[in-house]
């Protein structure tokens, strides 16, 4: 899993509420277990045509955000099934970074398996973010982790909270798999231990 330490990008704006794990990536695409290719099927019911041509009216369709890598979205972002396709649809897309006032639960944490950071804020923050993002290309999101802190084009400084675990494995690229192994003088100490101890096993 890539770091994640510090990000500075143009951010989308996706000014919807309850943007559920369907919208995000429709069950169409729940075919494949690669966590690649997925990018092309994000928020595809809303970024194509009936023809599949590209909707000009969709955020992600428009010149200005077609390289964004920050996402700033209404309440209850992630909400519906628990389908882990949606954070993988997303990172395959570009995106590092979802900022909205509340996740679902388990969206919220199968991104930072997947090295996206989830940010919550209040909503007068989220308000000022929407805006930053909605004045197009010329307007740039840093996210620093390590300092918990989003700074807005005009200097603007807002700082948000996260759960010190999870903080410390996106910092340092972890997933449960490198957890694991970097206990592995441990572990391997454990069965030499239990070998001798319960032969028989």
Not at 123 to 130: E, I, P, T
Not at 191 to 201: D, F, G, H, I
């Amino acid at each position: 899993m890539d770091k994640f330490t510090t990000l500075t990008a143009v951010a989308a704006p996706l000014n919807m509420l309850n943007v559920d794990t369907d919208m995000i990536i429709p069950k169409d695409y729940l075919k494949t277990i690669k966590r690649t290719g997925l990018g092309t099927g994000l928020f595809s019911e809303l970024r194509y045509n009936d023809d599949g041509s590209d909707n000009p009216d969709f955020v992600l369709n428009r010149p200005a955000y077609r390289d964004a890598k920050i996402l700033v979205a209404g309440d209850n972002f992630g909400c519906g099934s628990s389908r882990e396709h949606a954070p993988w649809a997303l990172l395959d897309y570009g995106f590092r970074c979802v900022i909205s006032t509340s996740f679902a639960d388990i969206f919220y944490n199968n991104c930072f398996k997947n090295g996206i950071l989830p940010i919550a804020v209040g909503k007068d923050d989220l308000d000022k973010l929407m805006d930053d993002a909605e004045r197009g290309a010329n307007a740039t999101l840093s996210v620093d982790l390590e300092a918990q802190e989003i700074r807005g084009p005009d200097g603007g400084v807002i700082r948000f909270e996260i759960d010190p675990f999870k903080k410390h494995c996106l910092l340092n690229g972890l997933d449960e798999i490198a957890l694991s192994l970097e206990r592995a003088p441990a572990i391997d100490a454990y069965e030499q231990r239990a070998s001798l101890e319960r032969p028989w096993v």
